[in-house]
């Protein structure tokens, strides 16, 4: 299950991503997370628990920007009783990504191994962390976020839905099986809005487009 979301808008999106993240919550009730994005860099809170318990007010003001990922968490491989494997999931270094996975791999150890073979430093137990640091590592080789995104899906094996921010795209993906769900939509304004189903396009007032087909990367930016 699990349930992501991801947001670009000329306007603040940390609302939309609540009201969307919120008609997903049937997809997972252990954890939630949003990071946004603004002036090139992250904000994020994200903890166990309901999405209407993890962000009160205080939490949203403390999310600026026009671009952001959200994910309610349905524990399938990983710890469910450590906050630190609540999504999204963020790596700083050589390049800022920021993550948010729903589904499964069935290569995750032999990639794990091989990551930290090279220097990475696991914080969690899940697949969602392996993938991030995976593009990362994938990034040194390739000249955009969107090549590396690519690279990484080539190596990856399982079934996944992925929304991801760097420091000035919006990436959403689906494995090249289409197994876990994945669509977007627009707003009259102009925004876009990606989520785990359409019925969280509806509640943010977005148009259903069509589903992200399997294997295909899309990137949305602010412009």
Known sequence: MCGIVGVVSAAPVNQLIYDALLLLQHRGQDAAGIVTQQGRKFFM?????????????????????????????????????????????YVNSPFGVVLAHNGNLTNSRELRQELESRGSIFQTTTDSEVIAYLIVQERLKCGSIEAAV???????????????????????????????????????????????????????GAKFERDILPGEILVFDEN
């Open 150 to 204: 690519s690279a990484a899906m080539n190596r990856i094996e399982g079934a996944y839905s992925l929304v991801l921010m760097s420091a000035a795209k919006l990436l959403a993906a689906r494995d090249p099986y289409g197994f876990r769900p994945l669509c977007y939509g627009k707003t009259l304004d102009g925004t876009y809005v990606v989520a785990s189903e359409s019925c969280a396009l509806s509640a943010v």
């Open 45 to 89: 809170h994200k903890a166990k628990g309901m999405v209407r318990d993890v962000f009160r007010t205080r939490n949203m003001r403390a999310l600026p920007g026009n671009m952001g990922i959200a994910h309610c968490r349905y524990p399938t491989a990983g710890s469910s009783s450590d906050s630190a494997e609540s999504q999204p999931f």
